[in-house]
């Protein structure tokens, strides 16, 4: 058996904190338009910079790792958050001037002609071999 040494895990264990905890028993607005999509692109702002000292747990967590914008699902999935407690989180920081949120055009997500560029990008992509997906 070959000795595989697993790498380094990008962003630690999993929170064992309840999501209701972080947000102070706050929820993402179920109402249609209210709740930021998963495609909302987050970017920390300059002023969500300078703030990183005095941020705490999550909100920091969030500002740090948006330096480069991503989209709220990539930001759950990479902090290891369920999806909701971003959504209300990104929201607070947003508020609070230390985060940019772009939403979307509703129009353009539904676009058959925009989606199919997007499954033709992910195609191009090449995987760890350097081979793109779609010439295996």
């Known amino acids: 058996m070959a000795d595989a040494t697993p790498g380094p895990d990008p ?3 999993a929170p ?8 102070a028993g706050r929820v993402a607005d179920a109402a249609p338009g209210r709740s930021l999509p998963v495609e909302t692109q987050v970017v920390a702002t ?3 910079l300078d703030a990183l000292g005095r941020l705490s747990f999550e909100r920091y ?3 740090a790792a948006c330096r480069l914008p991503q989209s709220v699902a990539e930001l759950a999935a990479r902090l290891r958050l369920h999806l909701n407690v971003v959504r209300v ?4 920081l947003r508020e609070a001037g230390q ?4 939403v979307p055009d509703a129009a353009a997500t539904h676009d058959a002609s925009v989606l199919r560029r997007v499954i033709d990008g992910l195609r191009a992509v ?3 071999r350097g081979v793109p997906s779609d010439t295996d």
Not at 17 to 23: G, N, Q
Not at 89 to 92: G, N, T, V
Not at 99 to 102: D, R
Request: hydrophobic share 55%.
């Open 126 to 128: 090449s995987d760890s």
């Open 11 to 13: 962003v630690g264990p």
């Open 16 to 23: 064992a904190v309840r999501p209701f905890l972080v947000t």
């Open 46 to 48: 300059a002023a969500g």
């Open 89 to 92: 989180l990104a929201e607070d």
């Open 99 to 102: 985060l940019a949120v772009h």
């Open 61 to 63: 967590d969030i500002v």
